[in-house]
C-alpha cells in the first residue's frame, strides 16, 4: 500500500504565494508520474500540473495555471512540490496529489491519491 500526505495549504491574499508539498510513502519500487489536481464546490476534479520522471522529465500545466505555477519532484525523496505565486481567488480549492506508482510485483503503475490539502485566496 502506498500513503500520500500533503502539507503547505491555507489562507492566503490575492497575489501572494503557497508552496505544496506531497511525500508518498509505502511499498514503492518507482513511481511514474507525481501530479496535483483540484476541486472547487460544484465543480469536478481537474488536473493543476503532472510530472513525469521517467529518464527524461516531461510537465503540463492547466493553461489557468500555466506561468504561475511550477511542479518539481525530488525522486530520491518520493516528493513532488507545487509553487503556486500570484494567487487568484479562483485558485481557491482542495488541491489532490496523485501518484502512479510501481510495486515490485507489478508491471504497471497503480494510482494514488492524497486527502487533499485546502488552498483559499482571499483578502
Known amino acids: 500500500q502506498v500513503q500520500l500526505v500533503e502539507s503547505g495549504g491555507g489562507l492566503v491574499q490575492p497575489g501572494g504565494s503557497l508552496r505544496l508539498s506531497c511525500a508518498a510513502s509505502?511499498?514503492?519500487?518507482?513511481?511514474?508520474?507525481m501530479g496535483w489536481y483540484r476541486q472547487s464546490p460544484g465543480k469536478q476534479r481537474e488536473l493543476v500540473a503532472r510530472?513525469?520522471?521517467?529518464?527524461?522529465?516531461?510537465?503540463n500545466y492547466a493553461d489557468s495555471v500555466k506561468g504561475r505555477f511550477t511542479i518539481s519532484r525530488d525522486v530520491a525523496k518520493n516528493t513532488v512540490y507545487l509553487q503556486m505565486n500570484s494567487l487568484k481567488p479562483e485558485d481557491t480549492a482542495v488541491y489532490y496529489c496523485?501518484?502512479?506508482?510501481?510495486?515490485?510485483?507489478?508491471?504497471?503503475?497503480?494510482?494514488?491519491w492524497g486527502q487533499g490539502t485546502q488552498v483559499t485566496v482571499s483578502s
Open positions: 510530472i513525469i520522471s521517467d529518464g527524461n522529465t516531461d510537465t
Open positions: 496523485n501518484a502512479d506508482v510501481y510495486s515490485p510485483s507489478s508491471s504497471f503503475p497503480n494510482a494514488y
Open positions: 509505502g511499498t514503492i519500487f518507482s513511481i511514474y508520474a
